[in-house]
């Protein structure tokens, strides 16, 4: 894909909104992205971040996000929490998605790396990337088995419903940095 | 320092809080602890969100955020910005603070690795631990250089603003990995 670099002058100008229209973005390319989360995210301010990052990046891309609801009592283990997460999880996955899981065993990237990867699966021809976040207690072994790719945001291990709002935000991230607007400072 | 660690059972137990009452924390060992922040936080859910670990974290540690607020007109250059904010920074801190910036080319340290970071530094009778994120552009030469460690969050770049909030969990996480509580699961 030949992609066009307008220099900063450019950039600044007014210009600006209608070169983007123009040049071929993720979104022309008909990549659906969808980010599965376990249990509804009920922290209101974490909510009202995400809202705020869902809302940009439909200028982007085709996006949502899916949750699933295990219905779990505290008593039983962590290993059937794990189970019936997992069960649950892959009853809303196609055999034509493309997996990613964001894992601290996945690998690290940087930013631009991150921006760089989703272009490369639109490349590809993937039509829709399915990230997924864990439970608490992580991802069963049918879903490791299940998945393409593992992602790590962190090493540290961040909350789970906080991590769904640090994903969105570096997605928007990426998609400022493929389209060459200013958000990121490299 | 001997570490009480109760077994799983004792944790469940109800006298649990009274072990954790009597067992030396970092506030007994007089550690305070400072975010040194750039320009105030001026998004509403990342200050809900800031707010409610600030809230949390008062019962094992004394923590506050600092917030440094560069007067400086939009039409500056990014080393003009890096510089002037750098200048204010350093004015606060003193000699015997212990300064560790939040910083892409710091290492990246695991959940359980930054509490024992934090153990050992309250260990070598550090008073006041000062943490330092830096603003749009990074920071000066300066900082650097005054410096004493440099730890990473993260590979990939967060908003300035939202890398607070990040901050804050992360340390009460900390708290509840050194206070054997129940809230991080390895």
Redesign the interface.
Known sequence: MEVFQPDAQTLRGSFHSQLIAQRPTLKAQKLKITLIVVSKTD????K??ID?YVGRLKHYVDFDIVTIQPKTASSVS?AFVKQQEGQLLLKHLQKADRIVLLDERGR????VE?ADYLQRQANAAVRHLCFVTGG???FADEVYKAAHDKIS???????HQ?VR??FV??LY?AFTIINHEKY??E
């Open positions: 922290v209101s301010y974490i009202a971040g705020d962590p690290e990237l940087r930013s991150f608490a207690y992580g945001l962190s090493r540290m291990t961040f909350n906080m709002l640090f935000e570096q991230r990121h400072n």
